[in-house]
């Protein structure tokens, strides 16, 4: 059991790593960029390098206030 | 994207890690046994290696529009985790990688362990550090090759990439017979995390169905614009870096400097 605890948490961090706000973003991202092309027409690929924008901004801002 | 990025891109994401793979195995080496150690680097390269030869056709048998959204996704939160982490370096809000202090502390716990050995393997340890530190750091590697390799269609030249920095960064250590401390491993690193971002941008938002304006072009717009965000946000955040703050005194201009594995 402790074995398939550290196999998990080990590819946790290897993917989502220290903010899984940023994964957790970027997978909001993508499925409101689908839903938009394919629910509303839109060609919606301006969608995700503003969510980079506010994603990176907002886990640096994170990352700095945690370490004052 | 043209194999000239494709193999630009694997190799200073594979130096960064063959760096911190180096430390770990000459510590290894030079502390306990070179034989050992040389025996898990072999063991961990050849592992490597089967993982990239049976992940590459694996993943090359999915539909390319659901490949790259699922690639794309994958890449764009592993680049974001290094341009992150580049870019609180470079502004002195995180700790520089110390090649050499890592070395040193590798060392000395290799010292302080007990020895004894098993079957070919003289000194277990040796054998076991090497093997963990070479997997280990290999691990992002393989990724990064089997990710941009497929989806470009061209894992060969991935992989082409991936030995070219071993091979260089092995060249350059044996030659020294000493960890790499003055490669600019922060430099290579923001470079990578634009590069995964800018890959993953572009293939994930085009796996959800968007279509790019000026197609492939669009990449001539989108890395630069990120490595402008990101020097951006270097220096923005170097005004608000505590005084005496973990990379003070390094002097490291941005976004020159160390790093670590993300």
């Known amino acids: 059991m402790k074995w398939i605890r550290s196999f998990a948490l080990f590819w946790y961090d290897f993917v989502v790593g220290d903010d899984w706000r940023v994964a957790a973003g970027v997978a909001v991202?993508?499925?409101?960029?689908?839903?938009?092309?394919?629910?509303?027409?839109?060609?919606?690929?301006?969608?995700?390098?503003?969510?980079?924008?506010?994603?990176?901004?907002?886990?640096?801002?994170?990352?700095?206030?945690?370490?004052? | 994207m043209t194999g000239v990025v494709l193999v630009l891109t694997v190799f200073l994401a594979c130096a960064v890690e063959a760096v911190e793979a180096l430390t770990i195995v000459l510590?290894?080496?030079t502390s306990r046994n070179w034989r050992s150690a040389l025996q898990g680097t072999a063991a961990a390269l050849v592992t490597l290696a089967v993982t990239v030869a049976a992940l590459g056709p694996a993943i090359g048998l999915?539909?390319?529009?659901?490949?790259?959204?699922?690639?794309?996704?994958?890449?764009?939160?592993?680049?974001?985790?290094?341009?992150?982490?580049?870019?609180?370096?470079?502004?002195?809000?995180?700790?520089?990688h110390d090649e050499a202090g890592a070395y040193a502390r590798q060392v000395a716990a290799a010292g302080a362990a007990a020895g004894g050995g098993r079957g070919v393997v003289s000194d277990w340890y040796a054998f076991t550090l090497s093997f963990k530190g070479v997997l280990l750091e290999g691990l992002e590697v393989v990724f990064i090759v089997v990710t941009f390799g497929t989806s470009q269609g061209s894992v060969p030249l991935a992989v082409l990439g991936a030995v070219a920095a071993v091979v260089a960064v092995t060249g350059v250590g044996l030659a020294v017979?000493?960890?790499?401390?003055?490669?600019?491993?922060?430099?290579?690193?923001?470079?990578v995390g634009i590069m995964l971002t800018a890959f993953g941008t572009f293939w994930s938002a085009e796996g959800a169905g968007a279509a790019w304006p000026g197609a492939d072009a669009a990449l001539l717009v989108l890395i630069p614009a990120l490595a402008l965000l990101g020097l951006g946000a270097v220096a923005?955040?170097?005004?608000t870096r505590p005084p005496g703050g973990p990379a003070a005194g390094t002097g490291a201009p941005a976004p020159v400097g160390k790093g670590s594995t993300p």
């Open chain 1, 29 to 68: 991202a993508l499925g409101a960029t689908a839903g938009l092309v394919h629910g509303a027409g839109v060609n919606a690929w301006w969608l995700l390098p503003v969510a980079v924008v506010l994603l990176l901004g907002l886990s640096l801002r994170r990352a700095v206030t945690r370490a004052r």
């Open chain 2, 27 to 29: 510590a290894a080496g």
């Open chain 2, 62 to 96: 999915i539909p390319l529009r659901a490949l790259r959204l699922a690639v794309g996704a994958l890449l764009l939160v592993f680049g974001l985790q290094w341009l992150r982490k580049a870019i609180l370096r470079a502004s002195g809000h995180k700790a520089l």
């Open chain 2, 177 to 191: 017979r000493a960890p790499l401390a003055r490669v600019p491993e922060n430099t290579m690193k923001f470079a």
């Open chain 2, 236 to 239: 923005l955040l170097r005004r």
